[in-house]
């Protein structure tokens, strides 16, 4: 029975587990290496670390972490963070990760997408876009976490960027960043349905029956959350936690 990847998503910053809320106030919730462990035994489908300050701080996410996580992980995983040349892609790659995740790069150079299309496959490219909704309507694509409009919009982005050969793209809210409050459903379907690589729904999942809103009708391939997996109850007290593959399927 096909089943849509449930794909935890974990922030990086200062080699910690953080956690955002509308991309600000970020709060220290534990060890990455520790998380990976209990989704190990959780058994997620896979898992995307996103270093939030790396582009920022001129830097590419640390190697010696992509390399532990490696020697971890028993599920395929993807990784951000200041990724700009194609030296970047190819030592990240070898470091263990699957698949690399291209934001800022990917706006400031689209023609990036292309080229490491062609020397790595699309499938090994995807391209995240972070995006906020206009005070009088629409959305924008914003970089730098959430700091900079980039004057682009979300359908007209997700298409040039699969033209380039991106093989899947995440669309995360900014907007509902840490709200657990459920996704930006009409984002989600105005791209999956401009699109025919998969599109991956990032920002607002709180209960399951979030995840299968974005699957069914914001039409996303896959639902990726944050909070939902690494908090539990009102008072958001730290539990890693991952849906079972008994309740997926109900």
Excluded at 155 to 161: C, D, G, I, L, P
Aim: a neutral charge.
């Amino acid at each position: 029975m096909y089943r849509p990847r449930i794909i935890p998503v974990l922030l990086l910053k200062n080699l910690g587990l953080v956690k955002t809320i509308d991309f600000k106030n970020h709060r220290y919730i534990g060890d990455p290496i520790n998380a990976v462990k209990i989704f190990n035994d959780l058994q997620a489908d896979e898992l995307v670390f996103l270093d939030i300050t790396a582009t920022k701080e001129k830097r590419l996410i640390s190697l010696d972490f992509v390399k532990n996580v490696g020697d971890e992980a028993n599920m395929p995983f993807s990784v951000g963070g200041g990724i700009k040349t194609i030296d970047d892609i190819k030592l990240i790659l070898n470091a263990g990760a699957e698949k690399v995740i291209i934001n800022t790069s990917a706006i400031e150079s689209p023609t990036f997408i292309k080229e490491a299309a062609a020397v790595f496959g699309s499938s090994t490219i995807v391209v995240c876009i972070d995006v906020k909704k206009k005070v009088f309507g629409g959305y924008g694509i914003y970089t730098t976490q959430g700091t900079k409009n980039t004057g682009l919009t979300p359908v007209e982005f997700s298409k040039q960027m699969q033209e380039m050969g991106a093989g899947e793209i995440i669309i995360q809210s900014i907007d509902n960043d840490g709200i657990m409050k459920g996704y930006d459903i009409e984002l989600i379907r105005m791209v999956s349905e401009n699109v025919t690589i998969p599109v991956v729904a990032l920002g607002g999942a709180g209960t399951f029956n979030h995840l299968k809103e974005a699957v069914e009708t914001g039409l996303a391939s896959a639902a990726a959350a944050g909070s939902m997996f690494v908090y539990h109850g009102p008072r958001h007290a730290v539990l890693i936690n991952y849906p079972s593959r008994i309740s997926c399927r109900s």
